[in-house]
C-alpha cells in the first residue's frame, strides 16, 4: 500500500531515499534542473538545501511503499504580494521501478489538495517537450498554455523543447484572453498566453530572433483550485 506523507525534516533514511531517487530519474533521462550522470553528493547537496527551505513558502511530499521511498513532489507557493494565489509544483518525481501504479496522481493531488488548503487557486509548472510527464499532467486535467524554445538543456547537455503547462479543472472565461478581452489568433497562441484574467499574461519569448541558450520546455497551469477566483479590480 503507498504512503503519502509530507516531509517537514531530514532523517537519514528520507534523505537517502530522495538521493536515489533523483539519481533514478535524472540519469534515467529525466530533465529536472541536473546533468547525467549526476553524483550521490550533487544529489545530496541538492536535498540539503531543499530541507533548508522548507517551513517557508517550500513543501515536500514523500510517497513509500513498506518502508521505501518511491517518489515525491514539491510545492513552492509564491511569496509576492501580487501572486498570493499562485503556487508552482516542482520536481514530481516516480522511481522507474515503480512506475504506471498511479503514483504520480496520488502526490498530485495530495500537493493540490494543499494548495487548496492555503488559498493557492492558481497552479503553474514547466515539462520537457515529449516527457512521459506530459500524458500524466494532461490525465490529471492540467493545460498547456505554452512552449519556449530552449529553456534548459537536457540531462545529456544538449538542448531540447520544453513546455511550460497550465491546467484548469472548470472551464474559466478569462483562459487564453488577450488584454483587449480577445481570444488570441493562431499565430499568437505560440508566444503570447494570458492566465485567470486580463490582468496577467504570459509570454514564451520564442521568437527566431532569440539567443537564450536554453531549451523548449511546455508550460502548464491548473486554474479554479478554490470554489472562489481571487477578486482583483479591472486596469
Known amino acids: 500500500m503507498v504512503t503519502i506523507r509530507q516531509v517537514t525534516s531530514a532523517d537519514q533514511t528520507t534523505v537517502t531515499g ?3 531517487l533523483l539519481l533514478d530519474a535524472v540519469n534515467g533521462g529525466a530533465s529536472v534542473g541536473f546533468l547525467a550522470p549526476l553524483s550521490q553528493q550533487t544529489a545530496r547537496e541538492y536535498w540539503d538545501n531543499v ?3 522548507l517551513g517557508g513558502n517550500l513543501y515536500l511530499w514523500a ?7 518511491i517518489g515525491s513532489v514539491q510545492l513552492e507557493a509564491s511569496s509576492k504580494q501580487n501572486a498570493r494565489h ?6 514530481l518525481l516516480v522511481h522507474s521501478a515503480n ?4 503514483i504520480s496522481t496520488q502526490l498530485m493531488s495530495v500537493a493540490e489538495g494543499f494548495a487548496r488548503s492555503i488559498d493557492r487557486t492558481l497552479l503553474v509548472l514547466d515539462t520537457q517537450a515529449g516527457s512521459v510527464a506530459e500524458p500524466v499532467y494532461k490525465h490529471l486535467g492540467w493545460q498547456k498554455v505554452g512552449e519556449i524554445p530552449y529553456y534548459a538543456a537536457s540531462q545529456t547537455g544538449s538542448f ?3 513546455r511550460t503547462t497550465t491546467s484548469w479543472p ?8 488577450m488584454s483587449n478581452g480577445r481570444r488570441p489568433s493562431a499565430a499568437a497562441q505560440g508566444t503570447r498566453w494570458a492566465a485567470q484574467d486580463k ?3 504570459f509570454e514564451t519569448h520564442a521568437s527566431a530572433t532569440t539567443r537564450h541558450r536554453f531549451c523548449v520546455h511546455y508550460g502548464w497551469c491548473k486554474s479554479g483550485m478554490a470554489d472562489n477566483f481571487p477578486q482583483r479590480g479591472a486596469r
Open 199 to 201: 490582468n496577467e499574461t
Open 63 to 69: 510517497a513509500q511503499v513498506d518502508g521505501r521511498l
Open 51 to 53: 530541507f533548508r527551505s
Open 170 to 177: 472548470r472551464p474559466s472565461p478569462f483562459i487564453e484572453r
Open 160 to 162: 531540447m523543447k520544453r
Open 99 to 102: 512506475r504506471g501504479q498511479g
Open 18 to 20: 530522495l538521493c536515489e
Open 86 to 91: 499562485r503556487a508552482e509544483i516542482q520536481k
